[in-house]
Structure formats: structure tokens, C-alpha cells
């Protein structure tokens, strides 16, 4: 009884281990007040207790992801060849901005998402993931 | 005329639908409008139930916008209005305000707590909800530098 007792408790401890990490990574889009063109934040938290490299946005596991009015979904890359990881120390934060949102008027190189054109009416739906981590959605609404 | 106005949204019940404290089946949601300049947010409200929705303007009554500031506190737009046109929302129908980002940040008409007039000047991330009654949106964060 002891012995399963322990085993129990062993996997509870490995468990909360092996799925803490990504949740100590927090993703968030924003957008920016007081500056024109419209600007949209991507802040990028590191809560863990280790440095989290992170890949500048829509490079590698640095995914920004758009959900058209049909909700068809797009996966915007950026098609740069070297990129060069960014270290994030622990209990700091990186913003990355998008002005004018750029990735929407095309000049940003999507590899991807060549048949987006956000012409479509209605609502649009935005997010980023890096690894597991998922961050809040913003919508846009063309009209 | 105000007491009488604000009283009548929140009467519940035997009002066609007022929005005041039952608005179930009706969904709330802040957005950001791809067709205007400047920045301006979009307050989409979708009426999924059987009865027409009654509300009133963005800002009024119970049509509230709240900020979180950097600090945690709710500050409302409430604009101290009659009003006297409401809007009707059909089952099965959307409805799209919008509002200007700026108009609501440099707007006079904020309260904190519904009382005092206040200023947002302090930096730091904001978070914006829109809500109907009871009924909340989502959030929109805001970074002002």
C-alpha cells in the first residue's frame, strides 16, 4: 500500500514536471497606444527559472497564426534564411512590434500563406505560438 | 429623467429583453476594425437567443467599456447621457459599434468606480472589455509607452 502510495505521488511530481515548462512562458498580443500606424505588440514573458531562446517572430517555433472569416487557418513565416535566436533571462520580457500590420499588406515574405489576402469580409482572428505556448487572440473585423 | 431612463434598463424581467441582468444566449466581443485609420475598436454584440435584444449606445446606461490599468483598477466610460434612442438587436443578428482608440483613452466621461473623473496617462499594459449587463467580452490588451 505505501509502496503504491509512493509510486503515485513519484508520478504526480514527474508529471507536473514534464508540463510545467512551456506554462512559464506567457504570450501576448497587443496593440500599441499613441502611435501611428496602428502597431501590434507581441510581448513574449519568461517566468521560468532558466534563459528561454526565442526566435525573432514568424521565424522557426515563432508562429503567427491567422484564422480567416471561413476559418481557414494560415500559418504566417517569415522566409529569412539566418535568424538569430534572442535570450530571454529569467523574469524578463521581450516586445517584438509589427507596424501598420505589415504582415496583413504583404510586406512581410509569407511562405505559407500566399493565398491570404484578408480581402474577405467579416472577422479575422489572430494569435501567436511559440512551442506549446498559445498566446490571447485578437480580432480584426474587415468590413 | 436619468434615474428614470437608467432604472428602466435595469428593471429586468418584464421588459422585451432588456439587456439589463438576463442576457443569456448573447455574445460580447472587442475587435479591431481593419478598415479604419486611426485605430478604432470594434464592439460586436451577437443576439443568439429568441427575443430582440435592447441596449443602449456604447458608454450609456449598461453598455459599459471598462480599462484595467497597469495598476489592476477598473476605471468605466460612462457617459452621464440620456438616452433616447436604443438600439434593437433581432435574434439570429449581429450589431457592430465602433469608437476610436484614442476617444476612449482621452475621453472626460471616464469614472473610476463609477464616481470620480479620471485621466489615463500612466504607462504600462491596459486591458479593455466591453460588457452588456452581466454579459463580459473578451479583452483587448493595450500597451501605451
New interface residues.
Given amino acids: 500500500m505505501i509502496n503504491k502510495a509512493i509510486v503515485f505521488l513519484f508520478c504526480v511530481l514527474f508529471c507536473s514536471l514534464a508540463f510545467s515548462g512551456e506554462s512559464e512562458i506567457v504570450l ?11 502597431t501590434l ?1 507581441f ?1 513574449l514573458q519568461n517566468h521560468s527559472e532558466s534563459d528561454f531562446s526565442a526566435m525573432p517572430l514568424g521565424n522557426a517555433n515563432s508562429k503567427i497564426i491567422i484564422v480567416d472569416p471561413d476559418k481557414i487557418k494560415y500559418e504566417l513565416f517569415v522566409s529569412e534564411k539566418i535568424a538569430k535566436p534572442i535570450i530571454i533571462k529569467p523574469g524578463e520580457s521581450k ?1 517584438w512590434k509589427l507596424k501598420n ?1 505589415e504582415f ?1 499588406k504583404g510586406n512581410l515574405s509569407i511562405m505559407n500563406a500566399k493565398d491570404l489576402k ?1 480581402d474577405k469580409k467579416g ?2 482572428i489572430i494569435y501567436w505560438q511559440v512551442n506549446e505556448s498559445k498566446s ?8 | 429623467m436619468l434615474i428614470l431612463i437608467i432604472s428602466v434598463c435595469f428593471a429586468g424581467g418584464k421588459q422585451p429583453n432588456d439587456s439589463g441582468l438576463k442576457l443569456l444566449n448573447v455574445r460580447t ?7 479604419e ?3 478604432t475598436i ?1 464592439f ?1 454584440v451577437e443576439n443568439n437567443s429568441k427575443n430582440e435584444l435592447k441596449m443602449s449606445p456604447l458608454g450609456t446606461s449598461d453598455s459599459r467599456i471598462v480599462l484595467i490599468k497597469p495598476d489592476g483598477t477598473e476605471v468605466e466610460l460612462f457617459a452621464w447621457a440620456e438616452v433616447t434612442k436604443f438600439i434593437i438587436v433581432k435574434p439570429g443578428e449581429s450589431f ?1 459599434q465602433k469608437m476610436p ?2 476617444r476612449i ?1 482621452t475621453s472626460k466621461a471616464l469614472r473610476l468606480n463609477g464616481k470620480e473623473p479620471f485621466e489615463l496617462n500612466e504607462k504600462g ?2 486591458n479593455m472589455y466591453w460588457k452588456i449587463g452581466e454579459v463580459k467580452s ?8
Fill in positions: 501576448d498580443i497587443g496593440i500599441e497606444m499613441d502611435v501611428q500606424p496602428t505588440c510581448t516586445v500590420f496583413l484578408m472577422k479575422y490571447n487572440e485578437i480580432i480584426m473585423l474587415k468590413e | 466581443e472587442l475587435g479591431v476594425s481593419l478598415s485609420d486611426p485605430l470594434v460586436i457592430t482608440l484614442e483613452f499594459k491596459y473578451n479583452q483587448i490588451l493595450i500597451l501605451k509607452e
